[in-house]
Each structure stands twice: as C-alpha cells, then as structure tokens.
C-alpha cells in the first residue's frame, strides 16, 4: 500500500500533519472539483484539524490546484444538464460557500438560457399537451418549482 493510500483511504486524519493533509485533499481533488468550503469540511470530517485543513486549502487555491471558479462551472453545467433552474443553482452556490460574484461571472461567461431550459424540461416532462384543469396546473407549476425556476418563467411556459 503506498503512502498516499495509507493515509487518504478510509483511515481518519487524527493528528494528521499538513503534508498527509494535502495529500488527503489532492486525492479529492482528483476524482472532482470542490468549493474550498466542501473541502474543508470534508479534510476536517476525515479528521485533519480545522485550522491545519483550511490552511492546506489555501495553498492549493493559490497554487491553482483548487478553484471556486472551476467549481462553479462545473455545478452550473451539472445543473444545466439535469435540468436545474437558477434559483436551485443559487442555493446550491450558497451551500457550497461560492461568492456571488464568482457565481455571476460564471452565469456571465456561460450565457445560460434559462427560458429554453425551462422549456427543454417541461416538454420533456409533459410534451406539449395543454393544461386546461386547475390542479394540473398547480401541481406543474410545483414541478417546475422544484426545480429551481421562478413562477414568471414558469408561467411564461405554462400558458
């Protein structure tokens, strides 16, 4: 077993020193992106101390090893492609301790069309039936609530 495994495995970080810290963060790293405020959690989780852990994140984030951006163009494609709204991926941004700035300039740079999007999920849902009963109505318009799009674009879509 290497060295890297050994301490990254399942086995907790107690008393871990920055070095097997980092290694236990690049693992993570590795397999996806993570806000700095996931990894954190997770490196503390595993057992490395609070402060040790946020310090590693740091450095990797000044090295660029680790990027909110990059993260949160990876979470806005994710919910693009599971048919995900703005306001969820706004929740989502601020449970994983993005900025809303990054979080603008990445909506800025990706020019998401979140009225087609919309679109796209609730003819897949639905097809292009019409709606005429008012309790099947409320019950797509909470369909599409839960999924993160706001009542003027859903009626927008709905009429």
Partial sequence: MSFAR?????????DADALSVRIAAMDMLSRREHS??????????????EMVAEQVVYELAEQNLQCNQRFAEMLVNSHIYK?????RLQQDMQQHGIEESVFMLVLDDLQVDWQALLLQVYEKK??????????ERAK????????????????????
Wanted: aromatic residues 8%; charged residues 30%.
């Fill in 126 to 135: 639905y097809g292009d039936s019409c709606v005429d009963d008012y309790n």
């Fill in 140 to 159: 797509r318009m909470r369909f599409l609530q839960g999924r993160g799009f706001s009542i003027g674009q859903i009626e927008s879509v709905i009429r």
């Fill in 6 to 14: 050994s301490l990254t495995g399942s086995k907790r970080l107690q």
């Fill in 36 to 49: 700095q405020l996931e990894l954190v959690f997770k490196l503390v989780d595993k057992g490395a101390d």
């Fill in 83 to 87: 048919g995900r709204g703005p306001l």
